[in-house]
């Protein structure tokens, strides 16, 4: 029978099982990005992101020195905003924004008969052209992000994890051939999984090793 | 090239891939459930949900009867809360209630050395003991949970979908003997996959078909 286990040994010991069920396959994750894939399969369940997962060179690296620094992180969803630690962004100086709600977004997008998505990430640009863009839900977000990006725009990483059967394998691998050849850190999940989830995982991640915080409780929640 | 296309599009041009490919994998979904099963495939392009989520008879018809009378909804995070469609629940009449970060609850946690989870589901209790139940990630939830159906608690609708690997597939087993036992409707994922996102996709599925509404954006954002 189950019993209640604090969640700090909770995570320890999912970590644990993670790192051997990975060895029992045969899988070295590179020590760079061993840390976001593995609270990526905690946040799923799923094996599927040791191969799915792609990162430019250095993009771990990047996105820890940039959010250490305290850049902002720009969501497409308000699911993802809510799903990023709160606590170890604060702790950094950062913060997490949505723009997807936003009145004037919402009246532009209607005026022009685009979407929500794409207005956002124009908006976004004005506001923290640096940021970190996690984007879990619109494949029109990256599109309009590669757009931005060949037209100067150099965010300090772009996390594209879209999850979905329409324009989404098309989008993130669009989005990585431009972040590539402009040179801008890129976290991608090919293929047709990812979520808002996946794009908070990736995110805390990067912000758990730049804040230091290690008790989940207090990374989930303020006291 | 990946052009931008409107969210509505891109929601109907997913679903019909996604009956065609359980078509074409032989899978026949009971029309009961299959609003649900696609739904939960469209969030996380992930197939394994038509055979690990399971659901006691007339879950669905139950849930839908209960928010279609403005039941709240509980979930055990706030990035479960922020995925549920508010105008389709406030069309409805009901609310999303996430108490793990109430003081009261994070004080009480502390005081009696257990989780918040723990705390905030008998906290709900008092609150809204008839509510729909969305847990989707904390497994100490749902053992609790358990213990109070035994007691006498009566949920609407219990979505059992926590993802991990410690204490899950064991406390979702006992979730679901449990709401046999006492005839409380039950939405379970079997093994070890599920999370946030999920137990929002099936709230969704279920207040859409409560609602009527059908249109993304009017459903997930409000004008």
Redesign the interface.
């Known amino acids: 029978?189950?019993?209640?286990?604090?969640?700090s040994?909770?995570e320890q010991?999912?970590m644990s099982?993670?790192s051997a069920e990975l060895e029992a396959r045969g899988e070295t994750l590179p020590e760079e990005t061993a840390d976001v894939v593995r609270r990526v399969i905690?946040?799923?369940?799923?094996f599927d992101y040791v191969d799915n997962l792609v990162f430019t060179e250095n993009a771990v690296a990047r996105g820890v020195e940039a959010l250490s620094a305290g850049v902002d992180i720009v969501t497409d969803?308000?699911?993802a905003?809510?799903?990023v630690s709160k606590p170890a962004l604060s702790h950094l100086g950062g913060r997490v924004q949505c723009f997807?709600?936003d009145p004037i977004v919402?009246a532009m997008a209607k005026a022009e008969g685009?979407?929500?998505a794409?207005v956002a990430m124009r908006h976004a640009e004005q506001h923290c052209p640096d940021a970190v863009y996690a984007v879990g839900n619109a494949?029109?977000a990256l599109?309009?992000l590669s757009e931005q990006i060949k037209a100067g725009m150099r965010p300090s990483l772009v996390i594209a994890v879209p999850?979905?059967?329409?324009?989404?394998v098309?989008?993130k691998e669009?989005l990585l051939a431009v972040c590539r050849e402009h040179d801008v850190p890129a976290i991608v999940a090919l293929?047709?999984?990812?979520?808002?989830?996946v794009a908070?995982a990736v995110c805390n991640a990067l912000l758990y090793r730049a804040s230091g915080l290690t008790d989940p409780?207090e990374r989930n929640?303020?006291?």
Not at 1 to 7: G, L, N, S, T
Request: proline share 4%; no cysteine; charged share 20%.
């Open positions: 029978m189950a019993v209640i286990i604090k969640p040994d909770i010991n999912s099982i993670i905690h946040t799923t369940a799923d969803t308000n699911m905003k809510a799903g997807m709600a919402v685009t979407t929500r794409v494949p029109t599109l309009q999850v979905g059967f329409v324009n989404v098309e989008s669009e293929g047709r999984k990812g979520g808002s989830n908070a409780e929640w303020k006291a």
